[in-house]
């Protein structure tokens, strides 16, 4: 049994341990390292737990028991995902550390003796109010990061489901449940700490469903945020520097996530919050007009021959790279191409794909350098010096009409300029709009060639025409 | 007058928010990813307030009201710790440089 001042400097140590992981993460040289931070920090938090209760009872047993099929189950999840899974694997994550946010301050709501918060019906005001804080948003991020796991997977459909009045009854029930803690504090009634619950899980759910398939990023990135701010309430109820330290890491980690999402859209936290975006389809008589214009399109061929006699090729991956799970056969390409002396980049938009760095961990996963992956805005310069642009599953990240139209919902977007090589080539499955249902004037340019197919086959019919 | 504990949580809290913004402001866009499984795992030292809430049972009703929420909480944390510390090496082992690749 170790003192409680000596226990918090532990905390204090593993809490430093997590911010050199994090510290870690700004170059994939050093990640490798900080992630081992990461785990020494967590081993001494949860060992300095043990010694500082000193309770060497059966219950040890099963908390050890508990633990070690929570971390068989967890080690297999790990080993076992597909690395295209990972959007949904992380909102997945995001799910359990919320409910055991909220079970953790269930259990001391129940038991605050075993915390040191008083007696039941008489806990500590401060501590009341922090435990229900830490119950409601880790309620919210369960339920919303449950919504957000079922779109990812397809379970349910990315479409935004929104209804009149969503946003006056989410109103409603957030200050309902501030109204509700405020009385849980004054009559300390378990019926309210459920009902606080229950509210929260609900708000979850309504929170998320508005909210579309692209925008998934922003909405991965705020359950990161909640499920950190989540920790932080817990923190302070168990007065407990470690979870406190992290819990506010997390939480600014994830409202950065946000901002920088919503950022590289050019539309602000609270549009993405009220969702909606992209709900409405273009109508008919504008779909008309499209089929009217005329577009080039090619087959495997044609942009073999193309990309051969290139010198240089900036690769554009998006979301439909990763559900066509065509990383791979990109890299059979260009490792072909490189051989015939030609210079292959990546450029990849902040919100391509599902969730923050997702292109990239694809990229990772088919062996691609990650010196060869460049982000926005330092690559944007060279495609007016590049050959050709090879797009494949991304859309609106390369409209110019965000550049050039005031009128359209993306105008002010940074897009990759993509038009700006002598020639682009467009692997898409139709000429269907991108998310934000507009259509893309890159399509009709003269010096685009459309390669209408799955993005894996495509891909893999160049390689066999590179030969 | 006493300064309330409370204060200086809250002052640890404030600060580590302010480490948080410049600390994750230099994470590499290419490793946002592995960003969040990491910040998942460590999220999931709230498993030390599941140990004290499982350990709280008496010797003679291990598994009470309060202690069940306890070990259920331990089991979601433990699978978010060594699911997310796990696949986040599993993701930072596939980023490598130019010269690694052709060994």
């Not at chain 1, 081993?43 to 010694?51: D, S």
């Not at chain 1, 994550?93 to 075993?114: C, D, E, K, M, Y």
Request: charged share 15%.
């Amino acid at each position: 049994m170790i003192s409680a001042n000596l226990a918090a400097i532990f905390y204090l140590v593993s809490g430093i341990l997590f911010i050199l992981a994090l510290r870690g993460l700004s170059s994939p040289d050093t990640s490798r390292q900080g992630n081992y931070f990461g785990i020494a920090g967590m081993i001494i938090a949860i060992v300095v737990t043990f010694l500082s209760i000193g309770n060497f009872s059966t219950s040890l047993v099963y908390v050890v028991i508990f633990l070690v099929i929570g971390g068989a189950i967890g080690a297999f999840i790990a080993f076992k995902i597909p690395m295209t899974a990972m959007p949904e694997l992380v909102a997945g994550f995001h799910s359990l550390v919320g409910l055991a946010a909220v079970f953790v301050a269930i259990a001391a709501f129940l038991n605050p003796t075993a915390f040191n918060l008083g007696n039941v019906g008489d806990i500590k005001l401060a501590s009341l109010i922090e435990m229900s804080i830490g119950a409601a948003v880790g309620a919210i991020t369960f339920s919303g990061s449950i919504i957000a796991f079922l779109k990812l997977r397809g379970i349910m459909s990315g479409a935004p489901i929104t209804f009149s009045g969503q946003h006056i009854l989410n109103l409603v029930l957030g200050i309902g449940i501030f109204v509700l803690i405020f009385y849980l504090c004054k009559t300390q009634s378990t019926n309210i700490f459920w009902t606080v619950i229950i509210i929260s899980f609900l708000v979850g759910v309504l929170l998320i469903i508005p909210i579309g398939g692209a925008d998934m990023p922003v909405v991965i990135s705020m359950l990161n945020s909640y499920s950190g701010w989540a920790a932080a309430g817990i923190g302070f109820t168990l007065e407990n520097t470690a979870l406190i330290i992290t819990g506010a890491l997390v939480g600014s980690s994830g409202a950065i996530l946000s901002y920088i999402m919503c950022k590289a859209m050019n539309r602000s936290f609270v549009s993405v919050i009220l969702g909606g975006f992209g709900a409405d389809n273009s109508t008919d008589d504008k779909k008309e007009k499209k089929d009217q214009k005329p577009v080039k399109s090619g087959n495997a061929e044609d942009a073999a021959f193309l990309m051969k006699n290139a010198s240089s090729v900036i690769i554009v991956p998006g979301y439909g790279m990763a559900v066509a799970q065509a990383q791979h056969a990109l890299r059979e390409m260009v490792d072909k191409l490189k051989k015939n002396d030609i210079k292959v980049t990546y450029a990849i938009h902040p919100v391509a794909g599902r969730m923050p760095g997702h292109m990239n961990v694809l990229l990772a996963e088919a062996n691609v350098p990650y010196d060869e992956v460049f982000e926005l805005e330092d690559i944007n310069n060279d495609f007016a010096n590049s050959d050709v642009a090879f797009v494949i599953g991304a859309n609106d990240v390369t409209n110019p009409v965000a550049k050039t139209d005031p009128k359209s919902p993306i105008f002010g977007m940074p897009v990759l300029d993509v038009e700006k090589c002598k020639s682009v080539l467009f692997v898409k499955r139709s000429l269907s709009p991108g998310y934000a249902g507009i259509d893309n004037e890159l399509f009709y340019k003269d010096n685009t060639l459309m390669l209408f197919a799955d993005a894996k086959k495509m891909t893999e019919d160049i390689v066999k025409n590179l030969d | 007058m006493e300064i309330d504990p409370f204060i200086f949580r809250l002052s640890i809290f404030v600060l580590s928010i302010f480490i948080g913004y410049y600390v994750v402001w230099s994470v590499t866009p290419s490793l946002h990813t592995p960003l969040m499984s990491v910040t998942n795992a460590i999220s999931s030292v709230i498993i030390v307030g599941a140990i004290i809430a499982a350990l709280a049972g008496s010797s003679e009703s291990i598994f009470n009201t309060s202690s069940i929420f306890g070990f259920i909480a331990i089991i979601l944390a433990a699978i978010n710790i060594f699911g997310g510390f796990l696949v986040t090496q599993r993701m930072l082992q596939m980023y490598k440089k130019k010269k690694d690749k052709k060994k």
